[in-house]
């Protein structure tokens, strides 16, 4: 068993966004602690504030009061140099959808985080090709992304996020756009790729079903987080 530490923590977040003279207050103080080897998920209604606090939480965003800890160190105090470093190494993502190079062959995609990480070519793709078979998708990895279906699409980002082995991977409703078996499929294996590196999952979502799946189920209402429900 690997041992659990906090990987992310996050305390009272807040996050204006302002145009003209019209300020929204898109989360209101969040707060959230993310082990390794645990799938966090994240629920509420649309606009209630989950793509805002999952921007925040890995770094894509900074708030505008609150703090942000990933790996023991405060993200706020980072230069750009080293902040981007962070988030090659240690934080992967998953989006709804055109997730992928088109340009690029399904393993090239998959590769492409090890290659901007310094690993030789030839090596990253034999890395991406054995993450694709763990996604049963070996059998794509010489394809192009608009050969694959969108639930094999999904699958190969996930393999992506996971890849460089991150402590932590984040999936924005990443079954959004998926029919319900797809959406199961690409669920199980960011459960899998996630859980079995040791790393820490937050999986953002609408359906209840999918997050119904995690060990930690958090509640995003109107900027706030009203429930954090933690299965024994
Ligand atoms: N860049 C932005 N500029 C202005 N308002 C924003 C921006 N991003 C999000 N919002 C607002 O913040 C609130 C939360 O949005 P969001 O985090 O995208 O919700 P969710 O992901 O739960 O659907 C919404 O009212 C949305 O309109
Ligand atoms: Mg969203």
Known sequence: ???????????????????????????????????????????????SGKSTFAN??????????????LMDRDLAELDETEAARMRAREIGFVLQKDNLVPSLTIAEN????????????????????????EVGLGHRAEQWPAQVSGGEAQRAAVARACVSEPAIVFADEPTGALDEENGRQVQEIFRKLVLTTGAAGVI?????????????????????????????
């Open 110 to 133: 998959v590769a492409a985080p090890l290659v901007m990480g310094g690993m030789k070519l030839s090596a990253a793709l034999e890395k991406a090709r054995r993450a694709l078979d």
């Open 56 to 69: 925040i939480l890995s770094g894509l965003d900074r708030p505008t009061s609150g703090t942000v800890t």
């Open 1 to 47: 068993m690997l041992e659990k530490k906090v990987v992310l923590r996050a305390e009272d977040v807040r996050r204006e966004f302002t145009s003209g003279d019209t300020v929204v207050e898109a989360l209101k103080g969040c707060s959230l602690e993310v082990s390794s080897g645990e799938l966090v998920a994240i629920v509420g209604k649309s606009g």
């Open 204 to 232: 953002i979502t609408h359906d209840l079903d999918l997050a119904a799946g995690a060990d930690v189920v958090v509640t995003v209402a109107d900027g706030v987080v009203v429930s954090t429900e933690r299965k024994a």
